[in-house]
C-alpha cells in the first residue's frame, strides 16, 4: 500500500491511543466564553485544590465542571487504578457547541434573535 494511503493513516492514528484518564461533557448549556473563566481557573492544579476552586466558585459553569471533574477522578480510578492523591488536571478546554436560535418579539412586529450557545467541556488528568 502507498505510505499515504488512508486505511494506513487510520491504522496508524488508531495505534497511539491515548491512555490518560478523561471526562467529556457534550451539549453543557453554558457558553464557552463563560465555561473558559472556571477552566483557566483549575488548570495545572492538583485535583484538591481545584476540587475546593469550584465548590466555592459561583458561577453557574463551576457546578457543571465539577460534576465532570469527579467522574474524570472516578474514570482514573476505576479504569487505570490511579491514586487521586497524585492526580492533576493536565488538559482542560471548552470546544464551541450547537447554539439553539430563539425569537424575541419586540415593539413595531419587530423580532430579534436569542443564541443560547452549548458547549463541549474535556478534563484530561494525568498522576504526577
Excluded: W
Excluded at 494506513?8 to 488508531?14: H, L, S
Excluded at 471526562?23 to 481545584?50: N, P
Excluded at 476552586?53 to 479504569?79: C, D, F, G, H, Q
Amino acid at each position: 500500500m502507498a505510505k499515504g494511503h488512508r486505511s494506513q493513516i487510520k491504522r496508524e492514528r488508531n495505534a497511539k491511543k491515548d491512555t490518560r484518564p478523561s471526562a467529556k461533557l457534550s451539549y453543557a448549556r453554558v457558553s464557552v466564553q463563560k465555561a473558559c473563566f472556571v477552566l483557566d481557573s483549575i488548570r495545572g492544579k492538583d485535583v484538591k485544590t481545584a476540587l475546593a476552586i469550584l465548590t466555592y466558585n459561583p458561577r453557574y459553569a463551576s457546578e457543571v465542571i465539577l460534576k465532570l471533574l469527579k467522574s474524570a477522578i472516578a474514570n482514573a480510578e476505576n479504569n487505570n487504578d490511579m491514586d487521586p492523591d497524585n492526580l492533576y488536571i493536565e488538559e482542560c478546554y471548552a470546544n464551541k457547541g450547537p447554539t439553539m436560535k430563539r425569537i424575541r418579539p419586540r415593539a413595531q412586529g419587530r423580532a430579534y434573535r436569542i443564541e443560547k450557545r452549548m458547549s463541549h467541556i474535556t478534563i484530561v488528568l494525568n498522576e504526577r
